[in-house]
């Protein structure tokens, strides 16, 4: 059984993921409104909590996490992904899209690429050439390609919303 304080504890770190969930879910909502012009184009939104979650160790390895993360689905462009430690913005290509796309606006970004399919494909690492990312894509089975850009925990909101602004006018998806 687990004591009261340690479920108190966990309350309280819960409460705090899902303060910044609501606090991006504002930020998309009323600056993407007037900053980004997005926001009145249909979406919809919906907060959720989901399991099974993986990161990279200090290894470079996968690992399953057990505990849930807090997200905020943006139906149709992207989730943000709301960890203890950081915020992740999940978006898509089409594998053909990929290959033709000008990666110079978004590698000014934390951001990782990997299959859809097999999610623990790397085909990007941080300095990697646009050309030799191209090239992985092309060498893949992979038909839609998976971005994960990466912020810290208590990054503005304003960034976040920026960027959803950003993969929209490029054609990201989700």
Known sequence: MIEKNLLNEINNA?????????????????????????Y??????????????????????????????????VKGLCDVEIYFDKISVSAKLTRARALEYSYEKIFSYNVEVFGVEDYLLDFYKRGMSEENLKADIAH???????????????????????????IKQEGFYY
Do not use: C, M, T
């Open 14 to 38: 819960y409460s705090i993921l899902e303060a910044k969930q609501y606090e991006i879910l504002n930020r998309l909502k009323n600056g993407g409104e007037i900053e980004l012009g997005w």
């Open 40 to 73: 009145n184009d249909g979406y919809e939104v919906e907060l959720a909590w989901y399991n099974g979650n993986y990161h990279k160790d200090e290894k470079g390895d996968w690992i399953r996490e057990a505990y849930p993360i807090a997200v905020l689905a």
């Open 140 to 166: 893949s089975d992979e038909e839609e390609i998976g971005f994960a850009f990466e912020f810290p925990f208590d990054a503005d909101v304003g960034e976040i919303a920026e960027l959803a602004g950003l």
